[in-house]
């Protein structure tokens, strides 16, 4: 009786071979074996150069995602720190150019405070700075007002100048503030002469627009384009020598015995805030004047001289009887 062939049996012989470990501890010495070679002879070089190139597309398909990925991500990075910096470049130079006016705000301030201050020095009267709070806009009404009232002594009539030349005048005091009158305002008058061959006039305010005239001068007065026209000094309001204006033309009518003189004035408040105002001669300092000159005229006056005094007679001898 022939006995059955168990197919587990058969299977079982066809994978009977060495152990896991067998194996591992072989494989292990191969590849040691093949690196040690390698190292020494070089044989495998073309043949893993071959398989990197061979290999490479797959690299390259297998890191496509992940390059795709980092690409977009920088793109995105980098487009939005571009935004912001330029966002951020953008409010500097916002705040640059701001601070650049100012600066040049502050600097022709200085420029302007330092002419002030230049101005008071070289005036004999007091003066005070002030500082323009309103400019009227009636266009045929010159005015202004400024910071300094009866609170801080300021009385009408004082002159206003700024660091390059005579402004106008006070004409009305509050407690806190003044008005002053600008000497293109058609109700102000000024005496100037010509800085050139010193011929006094008057000046009067166009009224109509930034310019002054000299009326009532003869049509051969002797007056060119370009003299400057300067504070005479006789109504004891303006100091001698402030700049006043420049003739810009002189004309004569045949009609008119009258030369026409349009002068410019040199100073303006269109510049600047700042303005000094004058102060007035106290009319205690002139009676001090005149009293030190009465005292100095009585104390060098020549002294009358008494008569001298009348010589004694000598005696008369007496007589002998």
Known sequence: MRRAINPQHTQAFFVRGPSP????????????????????LHYLTEIRQGLIALLHPLQMVANAPFNAYQATSEYLSTHNT????????KQQALFQSAELQRLKSLENENANLRNLLGAAQASKQPAKLGEILHMGRDPFVHRIVVNLGAHHDIVAGQAVIDGTGVIGQ????YPFSSEVTLITDKDLAIPVQIE????????FGHGRDTSID???LPANVDIRQGDKLVTSGIDGIYPTGLTVAEVVSVSSNANSPFAHIVCKPV?????????????????EAASGVAANAATTTKETAPVKASPPPKPIA????????
């Open 82 to 89: 571009l935004l912001k910096e330029n966002t951020e470049l």
């Open 267 to 283: 100073a303006g408040i269109e510049n600047h805030r700042q303005v000094l105002l004058l102060g007035l001669q106290q009319p």
């Open 21 to 40: 470990f067998a194996r591992l501890v072989l494989f292990a010495a191969l590849s040691l074996t093949l690196m040690a070679t390698d190292s020494r």
């Open 196 to 203: 050139r061959n010193a011929l006094r006039a008057i000046a």
């Open 214 to 216: 000299l009326p009532y």
């Open 170 to 173: 006070v004409t009305r005091v």
């Open 314 to 321: 000598p005696a008369k001898p007496n007589a002998r009887h």
